[in-house]
């Protein structure tokens, strides 16, 4: 259990309208040529796919994750509607448990973008960075404080466009 590696791969094909006219075989190019063996594809057929993985490594005393989620501007999931296509996320975190047993540092960030293809105006970013310390001072007695940041922004030089939203969160328990 020292290493973990685990990932998910998804396609869909998507026709919205089956009264649209067909695309001739000899018309598809690329991996899209091979779809007319398995399914008519219509001039309002779409298709897309999305992926991820993950790799966790626990040595010792410390724990380190990554992971890489990719989801295409075409993927539609018709099992997950809430699904935000065009959007590609890295995210990092770990944590170490100091030797005494007494003291875990937990830390995060995580990157997400749009506009994989450069079709929009305007790139998203969205940004989360954070850490936490943990103290147990007795058997029963524990606390804990944790901060989170979060950015939402864009490139958007005209104000009407512009997203700029951020949040500083502060716990402890």
């Known amino acids: 259990r020292a290493l973990s590696v685990k990932g998910e791969v998804a396609a869909a094909l998507v026709t919205n309208d089956l009264t649209a006219p ?6 598809l190019t690329g991996p899209a040529s091979a779809l ?20 966790t490594a626990n040595v010792k005393r410390v724990r380190l994750r990554s ?21 590609r996320a ?16 937990q830390g995060n960030l995580r990157r997400m973008g749009d506009n994989l293809l450069g079709q929009r105006t305007f790139t998203t ?11 147990r001072l007795t058997q029963r007695l524990t606390g804990s404080v944790n901060v989170m940041n979060n950015v939402v922004s864009n490139d958007a030089v005209v104000d009407t466009f512009a997203v700029d939203v951020r949040a500083l969160a502060v716990t402890s328990s």
């Open 36 to 55: 007319g063996d398995f399914q008519d594809v219509r001039l309002s057929t779409s298709g897309d796919f999305a992926y991820n993985v993950e790799a």
């Open 90 to 105: 890295l995210a990092f975190d770990g944590s170490w448990q100091v030797p005494g047993d007494r003291i875990v540092l």
């Open 67 to 87: 992971a890489y989620e990719y989801v295409g501007p075409g993927y539609t999931s018709l099992g997950l509607a809430y699904l935000i296509g065009d959007r």
């Open 22 to 27: 067909l695309v001739a075989d000899s018309a």
């Open 125 to 135: 970013a969205r940004d989360t960075y954070g850490g936490g310390v943990m103290l």
